[in-house]
DNA sequence: TTGTATGCGTTATCAT
DNA sequence: ATGATAACGCATACAA
């Protein structure tokens, strides 16, 4: 391995001569400075990020958290569209990316403790359970923290902008002439009572009444729970004529139900979805749905989180919220009455 | 920040001693060790990672690297299996995953460059253009690499048997009464050599003839080019009865190209894909295809990384091939003659 | 069994 | 403009 020590005794010059040269300083002749920055060049020289870092206390290195408790694993495609994009920004500001998790082989360690044993300079909370006290500990803790979709007391988050996404969907099927709605939804998050909250007031101000049948809790990425969901609603005796899902890869277990029971979208029934992942638009017929703006919120996430670490005194916590995009598909019938 | 110098002031012992206690070294007295380490964790020590990697020349990280020149990225489905499970491996044994690539912020450095900067114990080197100078320079340098789905001289690697998938695929479709076969394949990389061979010596074997117009190229996860490639099949004077795609995303463009041709699968066209992604059992028809052993191809080529990490005087480079497993789905015809 | 001394590669402070 | 020196936190060879 190539150190400045090396440098500095093919140069004649001191160490510290070196560090000067290649760091830019500006105390350190032309001369010298081309001199070491060339042998520094022919020698194959490359800085030692450990050594670095143990010295200056930044690892310029960004922890990544994926706790994969409601299926918000890196293979869901909402959640590996924003590790692309935060990986992406991040090294393009100079950032190495890591991932956080427990226990690390025999060691046994919460997140914080992972960040802190990696010297992380701050971490992106992508995906997490924000009732596990260990994301708590982390997110109140002195490491910059950006979280996503859920947002902690003076901290930066990244939100997707649920209101408007579920606002966008209900008067869509609204125009379409459906009145008899049902929705049904994931794990009581801060996320889902956004969504619903805003598909009741939505409902409310076009003057559409939803009775507490319609509103059907089941869980987030998991067909299964909506596929029972789905069977229910088709039990009463007064169906709705459209379904809301908790997202893209729920409807799934619906679309399954709704086979079984030999009715057809959008004929039959209509259904929407959320997240407007890649899938969803590859299904037949294509899905209603709203697409959450992950690339951007990943790139955000990772730009602010840049910005607080580099400039703490500069820096104030705030919360971004990044527009999605109505996908009108063809799961929505257009009701010829109404 | 807490550090071994705290524990050694708050015990009255010096640093080495606490150093040995915590690492659990022989030579220190049960007393003072369980002392040593009732106090470290009353005081919420945390060894530094990069302190230690420092001092001892290994960082119990090793690097992952995506290249996407080939729509590799980590959000395709085959891939982000492998992400996932060299990760949940790599942290069982005690590492860390951190990504590899080009151009870190201002600094530009290749990825063998990227690899040393960081210190990364070893690389595995997921997805990739393995003609790439930048790839071929990291799988040659002194760093332990393990590269997936390609070899390289005296190193170790990971492939999907892709001699094994394609016959059994063939061996599927010539059941089913199939005999004028089509295959669009990806572009020329080993993996493609070998399923091309495989294609062509096993409709040998079975005595089948392929024109050489049914063999047309495409690109990997690339729904257009295949979709191009399946309406120069159809333009043919003599249609094949059934088309092999590249892989599962590339088969929804030959998807597109048949539904405008009107053409309806399987009844009139017969379809396979590769790579049994999630996404091709949610089709309907149901995809048939063969699916490749993504998990386990991750965690062998972390388990197989830090063997050669950790003992490197027992190692010796291996090249291990993971099983797939055909899944039939519905996108075959069974043909009444023949 | 414990402690002293040294160095990993780098940067920062302070002389020169 | 340059260099000597120390320090970041840790682990280890060696002395006590």
Not at 69 to 90: C, D, M, P
Not at 205 to 222: F, N, S
Not at 303 to 314: N, Q
């Amino acid at each position: 391995m190539v150190t400045i020590t090396d440098i500095s005794k093919a140069c004649g010059v001191s160490r510290a001569t070196v560090s000067k040269a290649l760091n830019g300083a500006p105390d350190v002749s032309q001369d010298t400075a081309k001199r070491v920055r060339e042998t520094a060049k022919k020698l194959g020289y490359l800085p030692n990020a450990t050594a670095r870092a143990l010295k200056v206390g930044r690892s310029y290195n960004i922890g990544i958290l994926f706790s994969d408790t409601t299926g918000g694993g890196i293979s869901h495609e909402y959640f590996s569209q924003i590790l692309e994009s935060v990986k992406a920004e991040a090294e393009r500001l100079g950032y190495d990316i890591t991932f956080i998790s427990k226990d690390l082989g025999a060691m046994s360690m919460d997140y914080y403790e992972h960040a802190k044993y990696r010297s992380c300079d701050g971490v992106v909370i992508a995906s997490a359970d924000f009732t596990d006290p260990a994301i708590i500990r982390l997110a109140t803790s002195e490491i910059p923290t950006v979280t996503l979709d859920y947002t902690f007391d003076s901290r930066t988050s990244i939100l997707s902008d649920n209101v408007k996404g579920m606002e966008e969907l209900v008067h869509f099927v609204y125009e379409k002439g459906h009145r008899k709605i049902a929705f049904i939804h994931g794990e009581n998050t801060s996320v889902t009572q956004k969504r619903l909250v805003s598909f009741r007031k939505t409902c409310a101000a076009l003057g559409i009444e939803i009775p507490p049948e319609y509103i059907c809790p089941a869980r987030y990425h998991d067909p299964k729970s909506s596929g029972l969901a789905t069977r229910e609603l088709l039990a009463l005796s007064d169906r709705p004529t459209c379904i809301f899902y908790p997202d893209d890869l729920s409807f799934l277990g619906g679309l399954s139900e709704l086979d079984r029971h030999d009715i057809s979208i959008p004929e039959e029934m209509s259904v929407v979805g959320y997240d407007g992942i890649p899938l969803s638009q590859v299904l037949r017929p294509k899905l209603t749905t709203y697409r959450q703006g992950a690339e951007r919120m990943g790139r955000e996430a990772a730009r602010l989180l840049v910005e607080e670490i580099e400039s703490p005194d500069l820096w104030l916590p705030q919360q971004i919220t990044v527009e999605g995009e109505l996908l009108p598909g063809k799961t929505v019938r257009d009701l010829p009455d109404n």
